[in-house]
């Protein structure tokens, strides 16, 4: 019996060691301000990923008190070119919940997760800024990560 365990815990190994977390960046130091008013991510192929979940990392100056609002939304496609608005989890609606934008005014670390049985392979973020005075910015970084 203890070889036969042993046995099996040599073959599931390399499955445990192979799994491991991936991050791709999607929007990479984007400054929103009186100017920039929105970008859409790069496109982020999730067809490999389990647990796909997005982090959106909004730092904002200490400019005009008006300050600069940034609402996120999601998007996913079958073949990269036909998209469709996402729905996905976060910490605030958690798991019983679905949120298809979200808006961020204040430094934070956004982080929301889709459901894996939407089973779409390309996924893409779009971030749109309002309120924006010329004498305040906002940069967004923003990265997907999972396990492959």
């Given at each position: 019996?203890?070889?036969?365990?042993?046995?099996?815990?040599?073959?599931?190994?390399?499955?445990?060691?192979?799994?491991?977390p991936?991050?791709?960046?999607?929007?990479?130091?984007?400054?929103?301000?009186?100017?920039?008013?929105?970008?859409?991510?790069?496109?982020?192929?999730?067809?490999?990923?389990?647990?796909?979940?997005?982090y959106?990392?909004?730092?904002?100056?200490?400019?005009?008190?008006?300050?600069?609002?940034?609402?996120?939304?999601?998007?996913?496609?079958?073949?990269?070119?036909?998209?469709?608005?996402?729905?996905?989890?976060?910490?605030?609606?958690?798991?019983?919940?679905?949120?298809?934008?979200?808006?961020?005014?204040?430094?934070?670390?956004?982080?929301?997760?889709?459901e894996?049985?939407?089973?779409?392979?390309?996924?893409?973020?779009?971030?749109?800024?309002?309120?924006?005075?010329?004498?305040?910015?906002?940069?967004?970084?923003?990265?997907?990560?999972?396990?492959?």
């Amino acid at each position: 019996m203890k070889k036969l365990l042993l046995g099996f815990f040599i073959l599931m190994l390399p499955l445990a060691v192979c799994a491991s977390p991936i991050d791709i960046t999607i929007i990479d130091g984007i400054t929103f301000n009186g100017t920039t008013t929105d970008t859409m991510s790069s496109v982020v192929s999730i067809a490999d990923l389990t647990n796909p979940t997005f982090y959106v990392l909004y730092d904002e100056d200490a400019g005009d008190s008006s300050g600069t609002a940034v609402t996120i939304t999601a998007e996913v496609s079958n073949d990269g070119s036909n998209w469709m608005t996402a729905s996905w989890f976060d910490f605030s609606g958690g798991p019983a919940s679905f949120q298809t934008s979200e808006s961020i005014s204040v430094d934070t670390n956004y982080v929301g997760w889709l459901e894996k049985a939407a089973n779409y392979p390309f996924f893409r973020l779009s971030a749109a800024s309002s309120g924006s005075a010329a004498t305040s910015t906002a940069v967004i970084n923003s990265f997907m990560r999972g396990v492959k």
